[in-house]
């Protein structure tokens, strides 16, 4: 019969291996729900032109074209990542959020956000063709 | 005011909250037959325009979840002076289930998919992603609803958190049953609420300046506005719960732990209140 010190000392030598595998286990765990399927870019293709000075708003971007020069900055905002929105009125970007305002060009006119706002490719068709943005 | 208190503690509580949960459970899994999380705003719209008693299902899983947590706290404080006998892991883990229910509660908010939903969503994934080292992990685990949509926010929503709250509570709960004929009125009160009050649901629109949380966001949204995420949103409400957790008579520190608890929902309160004004 086994006395109650090795009895003891089995029951621990099992927590702790109970323990090690525990630990171990997490670490595929951790791996797997941490691991990112890479995404495809995203090609959004616009069909129509946007007047001059105007602006498209998608789900995710908004797209400026003053003429010379068109941009696509992400809606997200660099805060909290909230949705921000565009004031035509006041030729801004703000969020809802905690109202983090940004100029049209992306760029922080008073926090709490901090960082401009993410730029995405666009490329202008020919012929007022439109335009596609990559995401 | 010590026999309102008297009247307080004699409510039972308890039996409202677990029959509230009934209602939810049920009405939830009447709603998830036609929600689909890919397309979370949608889904939600549908279930409110056109499906037949869609907009009745999911008001009653709103309201329901929504008693289920408020009677969850009046029970806290009703039974406080019974709860002395309970062993200091059994109140630690009982105190765990009420984060754990608001947790199901918020997770119900951003599958809608609406603003709020979105933007509050938005909000707890950038909050998680500052606590350092784990934060990408935890995130991972709960929200990720960047790189993953509704999909893992709909499985805690469902499943994950639920066993959590009843690994936590059952201990508790298992001792105690509850019928839907000892609460009759508050059944049917529950069910012709519904019938007249709709759930929320906020669309996205062009030109909207503001969006207010779920209620039990509101004051820390507005903190947000002024500490770092880490600090607003995780070391400022974890220090209210390792104060309940702690809140023990026994503890010769409950005097301050008590002040502290009261001080904390007497700013939370006022932070409400700024932000329900903005």
Sequence with gaps: MACPETKKHSSTKRKFLLFCASIAALYPIGRFIGY???????????????????????TDFILFDNGDITWALSRKCT?????????????????????????KEGMVIHGPAKKALTRYKVEKLKNNGGYIVTI | MEQIRKI??????????????????????????????????????????????????????????????????CHVIGIFSLAQSYTSRQWALLTATLPVALLILFTGYVLRGDATGFSAGMIAEAILLDIPYVGSTINDLFFSISDN?????????IIGFGILWGWLAWSHIKKYSV???????????????????????????????????????????????????????????????????????????FNNLLFFILFWLFFYAILTIIGLNR
């Excluded at chain 2, 677990?18 to 009405?27: D, G, M, T």
């Excluded at chain 2, 719209?45 to 709103?62: E, I, K, N, Q, W």
């Excluded at chain 2, 903190?223 to 008579?249: D, E, H, N, Q, T």
Aim: positive net charge; hydrophobic residues 45%; glycine residues 8%.
């Design chain 1, 79 to 103: 805060h909290l990542g909230c949705t921000i929105n565009f004031h035509e009125k006041e030729n801004i970007l703000e969020c809802p959020c905690h109202q983090s305002r940004f100029s």
């Design chain 2, 8 to 73: 307080f503690e004699d409510i039972r509580w308890g039996e409202y909250s677990l029959l509230a949960l009934y209602i939810s459970v049920l009405s939830g899994v009447v709603v998830g037959l036609q929600y689909d999380p890919s397309t979370p705003l949608y889904s939600v719209s549908t279930l409110d325009m056109l499906v037949p008693f869609g907009a009745y299902f999911r008001s009653l899983h709103f309201y329901s979840s929504q008693l289920f947590f408020l009677f969850c706290i």
């Design chain 1, 36 to 58: 990112s399927i890479p995404r495809k870019p995203r090609i959004i293709e616009i069909g129509k032109p946007i007047p001059i000075g105007g602006f498209h708003l998608g």
């Design chain 2, 149 to 157: 949509g509704m999909k893992r926010i709909y499985l805690n929503h």
């Design chain 2, 179 to 253: 019928s839907f004929n000892r609460h009759i009125i508050l059944s049917i009160s529950i069910f012709v609420f519904s019938i007249f009050i709709s759930a929320p649901l906020e669309p996205d629109h062009l030109g909207v300046t503001h969006i207010n949380g779920p209620w039990f966001f509101l004051g820390l949204q507005e903190l947000l506005r002024y500490l770092p995420p880490i600090v607003a949103g995780v070391i400022f409400p974890s220090s209210l719960l390792l104060a309940i957790a702690l809140l023990r008579k026994k503890h010769n520190q």
